[in-house]
Structure formats: C-alpha cells, structure tokens
T-cell receptor
Framework: GAVVSQHPSWVICKSGTSVKIECRSLDFQATTMFWYRQFPKQSLMLMATSNEGSKATYEQGVEKDKFLINHASLTLSTLTVTSAHPEDSSFYIC????????????FGPGTRLTVL | KNEVEQSPQNLTAQEGEFITINCSYSVGISALHWLQQHPGGGIVSLFMLSSGKKKHGRLIATINIQEKHSSLHITASHPRDSAVYICAVPLRGATNKLIFGTGTLLAVQP
C-alpha cells in the first residue's frame, strides 16, 4: 500500500504563535495532496488542495493567509497555521493522491493542534 | 439533505457478529471510498470501489451504482474493529475532492 505520514502527531502552542504541520508521502509521489480539519464528532472538512509546484486551492471560507500551504516537492506538503488562536484547535488530516494506485487518496494519521 | 448518508449512526455488536454498514449517495460517482477512523483520529483507507464487490480479510465492500448504494460488511467482528467507519464519494465535477458521510460509530463488545 501507500503510506502517508504527518508530523507532529500532536502540538500544543500559545495563542499568537505559528505552527507548521508536515505531510509526507513515504513510498510514492503525490502531485496532489489535500488538507482537512475535523472538529469533535464531526466529519472531515476539506480546507485546501495542495498542488506540487503551484499555489494551493482553498475552499470557500478558508483564509489562505491564515492557513499557508506549501507543496515544494512531490513527497511533501506543509500547512502552517499562522497566529494561531484557540478556535484553530482542531484535528488536521492530510491525504495524498497516489497516481500509481488508481488515484486513490491515502490519509495521514492526523495532527492534533491545541492552542492555549 | 446530505449528499452522502450513512446508517446506522451508531452500532453496538457482540464479538463474532456479522456487521453491515450502509451508505447512500445522491450524486453520480466514479468511485466510492470506505475509511476507518480509530479513537485518536488516524484514518485508514479500507476500500475504493467503482463496481461490484471487494474483499480484504474480514471486510467486504459492495456497491450498486444504479441504486447509488454501498455496504461495508465485517464478518466475525472483533473488539479491535471498534472505530468510526466513513464512506466518501467524489464531489460532482471534481473527482479529487471527497464528500464524507457523517460516519458510523461501531462498538464491538467482547
């Protein structure tokens, strides 16, 4: 199968700081990665589509200056939550589209962000 | 009305029971995904299927494209199968974007 990792798995930060979350495809290349957030007992919500070598496409209502996405290589996308506030506390999950696996999406284990 | 609906929302079973989780969708799709999310949050992709049936171990997924319905079956259920099971379909006109069902919380008791 195809493996996607995320780092860190959890992070606690103070309000006003920025936090970077990494998403890596470990054994395949992914031109497209996706970032989701999930609130407790709710379904995943797509935040943005990350495209290697180009700007990310954000979903309606997601602030691109707040959630900076960089997809600098075919195996790495990063999400930076800038000037984090308590309402940004959530579970952030990435997925990567594996072209060699019939374009199936493989999900990372998620990152739990808590902003104090 | 949600474009992807799952039933039941909650399911409690005894170890060894045969379990069925259903997913109905209202959009035309190219493929449907079944995902598993354990407590703690990590998501595992179980199946992606566009027709017929797929089997992996004790898990079986079926789909009926005409009826826009899919089922996930677990045979000989075990407490370690306890998780949230989510079906997801591509958003109309955007095959990369997924619409997620609200999930089925399964608890298998020993």
């Amino acid at each position: 199968g195809a493996v996607v990792s995320q780092h860190p798995s959890w992070v606690i930060c103070k309000s006003g700081t920025s936090v970077k979350i990494e998403c890596r495809s470990l054994d395949f290349q992914a031109t497209t990665m996706f970032w989701y957030r999930q609130f407790p007992k709710q379904s995943l919500m797509l935040m943005a589509t990350s495209n290697e070598g180009s700007k990310a496409t954000y979903e309606q209502g997601v602030e691109k200056d707040k959630f900076l996405i960089n997809h600098a290589s075919l195996t790495l996308s990063t999400l930076t939550v800038t000037s984090a506030h308590p309402e940004d506390s959530s579970f952030y999950i990435c997925s990567a589209r594996a072209e060699r696996h019939y374009n199936e999406q493989f999900f990372g284990p998620g990152t739990r962000l808590t902003v104090l | 009305k949600n474009e992807v609906e799952q039933s039941p929302q909650n399911l409690t079973a005894q170890e060894g029971e045969f379990i069925t989780i259903n997913c109905s969708y209202s959009v035309g799709i190219s493929a449907l995904h079944w995902l598993q999310q354990h407590p703690g949050g990590g998501i595992v992709s179980l199946f992606m299927l566009s027709s017929g049936k797929k089997k992996h171990g004790r898990l079986i997924a079926t789909i009926n494209i005409q009826e826009k319905h899919s089922s996930l079956h677990i045979t000989a259920s075990h407490p370690r199968d306890s998780a949230v099971y989510i079906c997801a379909v591509p958003l109309r006109g955007a095959t990369n974007k997924l619409i997620f069902g609200t999930g089925t919380l399964l608890a298998v008791q020993p």
